[in-house]
């Protein structure tokens, strides 16, 4: 069964800085991968998604990820943080060996900016 | 185009009764998954729904269940509330509900079990 780690359940970065979010995954078959935002009392929020072709996957508000393979890891980055970033971030991959959808997320990552 | 809606935002129960949550997909979309969210446990899948079918089922108890209409709006169902159902209970949708597709999700509905 697919499975995703978040390492680090809270990241504090100042404004301005490199905003780095480690997500590795486990998977028996080629995944789908995606990266979530959440805001206070509020639903899931697409960031990006990897299915297949270009390992580097650029995503809405100036976020990216890259899949690597050897390493299983999709980190998410933005190089310059802003203010409204800060929520929490979630990592998933896509768990669909019956043809359905059912997304197996991680544990999530709280970004906090500091001014 | 209208998102994801969940009726009702908010919700207090009692345990020992039950509890009924709604959602409306986007149109046009034919699968919907609901998820449960803790602080403790995270994000975890209950059901997903296509075509008024269920495909497949998450690690819960029989207490949840859910249903898919013939407009694809969907239910789901506890029965008698337990004090750890208290969640944020999130509805998905998507268009096929194939592993690729984008997941739309609603804003939530908090559940306050007492």
């Known amino acids: 069964a697919q499975s995703v780690t978040q390492l680090g359940s809270h990241v504090s970065v100042s404004e301005g800085a490199l905003v780095l979010l480690r997500c590795n995954y486990s998977s028996s078959v080629p995944p789908y991968l995606f990266w979530y935002v959440q805001y206070p009392n509020q639903g899931l929020q697409l960031l990006l998604k990897y299915t297949t072709g270009a390992t580097l996957v650029k995503g809405i508000n100036g976020f990216e990820a890259e899949f690597k393979k050897s390493e299983t890891s999709f980190h998410l980055t933005k190089p310059s943080a802003h203010m409204s970033d800060a929520a929490e971030y979630f990592c998933a991959v896509s768990d669909s060996i019956q043809g359905a959808q059912k997304l197996v997320f991680g544990q999530g990552t709280r970004l906090t900016i500091n001014p | 185009k209208a998102g994801v809606t969940q009726t009702p935002r908010y919700l207090i129960k009692t345990r020992g009764q039950q509890v009924t949550l709604s959602c409306s997909p986007i149109?046009?979309?034919?699968?919907v998954s609901w998820y449960q969210q803790t602080p403790g446990q995270g994000l975890q899948f209950l059901f997903e729904y296509f075509s008024e079918t269920q495909r497949n089922k998450g690690n819960f108890p029989g207490r949840f269940s859910g249903r898919q209409f013939s407009n694809s709006r969907s239910e789901m169902n506890v029965s008698t509330l337990e004090l750890g159902d208290s969640a944020l209970y999130l509805c998905?949708?998507?268009?096929?509900?194939?592993?690729?597709?984008?997941?739309?999700f609603g804003q939530g509905t908090r559940l306050t079990v007492v």
């Open positions: 149109s046009g979309h034919r699968s």
């Open positions: 998905a949708s998507s268009f096929y509900g194939t592993g690729d597709m984008e997941a739309f």
